[in-house]
């Protein structure tokens, strides 16, 4: 008779934390010597195309506490909205500009400051045109699995407004929770991960 085989049983979720700095941005961490500089940091160089900005973005727990050991990662289009990858097939993207960067957040304020460019807008599967947006994967320590989100850019409303993302939203009034609010010099975004304003994740 055919025995059960239970030895290959799923194993238990582990949280991302709170080891993110250290194992992904070792150097930010202040483990020095295991890469040059970590990976991601500098996803935009001197000689890339478009306009250069500054996103400032904060993420709040449950409770309205900022967390000081999260990690972002960003993925976006180039100036021209075309993306630096393999798959690519409307044209070569901006080879100085590398479209992936990973962001930690300051341990002290929670900060996280993203330099890069302003993305170009992007077709929908059905060909219609996506508002310049960033995507974002935030793992900290107490996320069992990566968070997906994006952030859309409060000066880009008449491309908001007819993004086939957001206005497919079955709760129009949490589409400010994707928006990052223009300031003088750079945006604003504060991503909560429960509560009243919690954030809208994707299940991607």
Do not use: C
Not at 21 to 48: C, E, M, Q, R, W
Not at 108 to 115: K, V
Not at 164 to 186: D, M, Y
Request: aromatic share 8%; hydrophobic share 35%.
């Amino acid at each position: 008779m055919a025995q059960s085989l239970r030895r290959l049983q799923e194993t238990a979720s582990q949280t991302a934390g709170p080891y993110v700095h250290i194992g992904l941005t070792p150097n930010f961490g202040g483990i020095a010597g295991v890469y040059p500089h970590d990976l991601g940091s500098a996803p935009v160089n001197a000689k890339a195309r478009g306009e250069r900005i500054t996103i400032k973005m904060r993420i709040f727990d449950g409770t309205g506490t900022v967390l000081r050991d999260a990690l972002v990662e960003t993925w976006q289009a180039d100036t021209d909205g075309l993306y630096n990858s393999p798959s690519e097939t409307r044209g070569k993207a901006d080879p100085n500009f590398q479209g992936w960067g990973r962001f930690p957040s300051d341990m002290e304020t929670g900060e996280i400051a993203i330099e890069t460019i302003k993305p170009g807008r992007v077709p929908f599967p059905d060909g219609r045109l996506m508002a310049p947006h960033i995507s974002l994967w935030i793992v900290a320590r107490g996320i069992n699995l990566g968070l997906a989100t994006r952030l859309y850019f409060s000066d880009e409303e008449t491309a908001n407004a007819e993004d086939p993302v957001l206005t497919r939203l079955e709760h129009q009034n949490r589409v400010e929770t994707l928006i990052g609010r223009k300031e003088s010099a750079h945006y604003l975004f504060d991503i909560h991960l429960q509560g009243e304003r919690e954030t809208v994740f994707f299940d991607i």
